[in-house]
C-alpha cells in the first residue's frame, strides 16, 4: 500500500518547500528504534535518495523518501497536518500502531 498526504499536509509541505528556496526538495520519512513505546518516527529534509531500495513519491513539486526497513512500518499511513489549542504539527495515521506513549513521541508496532 502506498504512502498518503492528507490535503492540509501537502499544503503545509508545499509552503515549507517554497521557503527552502529548490534546497533539499526531498523529504525523509522513517522509523527508528527508541522512545517509550519502541519506535519513533522521523522528519527531515535530504538531497537524494541515499540507496536503490529507497521507497520514492512523487507529490508533483516535491518527494518523499522512505528507507525500506522503515516502509515496512509505514506503508497505509497517512501523513496529515493539524491545527489544535495547543498548537500545530505532522501526525502520522498509521493503522498498524498498537500503542503510543503518553507524550504522543514515540509508538509501538
Known amino acids: 500500500m502506498p504512502f498518503t498526504l492528507s490535503d492540509n499536509a501537502k499544503t503545509q509541505l508545499l ?10 526538495p526531498h523529504l525523509r520519512v522513517g522509523v527508528k528504534g527508541g522512545g517509550c513505546s519502541g519506535y519513533s518516527y522521523l522528519f527531515d529534509f535530504d538531497e537524494e535518495p541515499s540507496t536503490d531500495d529507497d521507497k520514492v513519491f512523487d507529490f508533483e513539486k516535491f518527494k518523499i523518501v522512505i528507507d525500506k526497513k ?9 501523513l496529515d497536518y493539524v491545527e489544535e489549542v495547543m498548537g500545530s504539527r505532522f501526525t502520522f495515521k498509521n493503522p498498524e500502531v498498537t500503542s503510543t ?4 513521541e514515540s509508538v509501538a508496532f
Open 101 to 104: 506513549c503518553g507524550c504522543g
Open 15 to 24: 509552503g515549507m518547500f517554497a521557503k527552502r528556496e529548490g534546497k533539499q
Open 70 to 78: 522503515s516502509y515496512f512500518f509505514l506503508s497505509n499511513t497517512e
